[in-house]
């Protein structure tokens, strides 16, 4: 569920700005965990769980989902392979835009961003806040790829790429840390791109 390796474009270059051991790739080819699930809207739900201020789960359907205030933002999207995509466009919605409508309890510090098939990433709540951070619907001005995690994906512009998930269907709230699918299997805890944060030998946060 994270964007990996396989880039499409050999033409490596660097640039000044760019995050420690990246270079510029201009295209590639995504990779992640399962096969490119089938969208199917009548069925399809997004839910915000765990520790919620009400100690509820909020639903939306797609359609539901669809009315929420969106938002643009162009960033670089950094890949743990060791390249980088700049100025990717997205539009979508801001977490602070739905924590505003499903707030979480007081005593929260964390979140799981929970894919298809089980696939999992764990963020701190200041990086699921951050600017930047969105439930991206679009890429480039249309409604995402498949492979790209359409109909909805996060995208965490100043971590590592697998913290993106694609095909996105849950937040929960946590009041402590919990590692995610491949946080689980040996990568960062974190995943900060300018302290080279790729894998848990590196200095863990």
């Known amino acids: 569920m994270h964007e990996g390796a396989r880039a499409g474009n050999r033409g490596d270059t660097r640039r000044a700005g760019l995050p420690p051991g990246q270079a510029i790739r201009h295209e590639h080819k995504p990779l992640h965990y399962g096969p490119v699930p089938t969208f199917r809207p009548h069925r399809w739900d997004f839910r915000v769980m765990g520790a919620t201020e009400t100690l509820g789960t909020y639903r939306w359907t797609w359609d539901e989902f669809a009315e929420l205030p969106r938002t643009d933002t162009v960033r670089d999207f950094h890949c743990v392979m060791r390249f980088s995509v ?83 269907r849950a937040v929960e709230y946590m009041t402590a840390d919990r590692r995610g699918f491949w946080e689980e299997r040996g990568y960062h805890n974190r995943a900060d791109p300018w302290q080279e944060q790729r894998f848990a030998s590196d200095s863990d946060a």
Do not use: C
Request: aromatic share 12%; net charge negative.
């Open 86 to 168: 700049p100025d990717v466009p997205w539009y979508g919605v801001r977490p602070q835009d739905l924590v505003d409508i499903a707030p979480p309890a007081p005593e929260v510090t964390h979140v799981m961003a929970w894919g298809e098939y089980g696939y999992s990433a764990n963020l701190r709540l200041d990086d699921f806040l951050a600017d930047g951070t969105m439930l991206a619907m679009g890429r480039d001005h249309r409604p995402l790829d498949p492979e790209h995690g359409f109909p909805l994906r996060l995208v965490v512009p100043h971590l590592y790429g697998w913290k993106s998930v694609k095909w996105l």
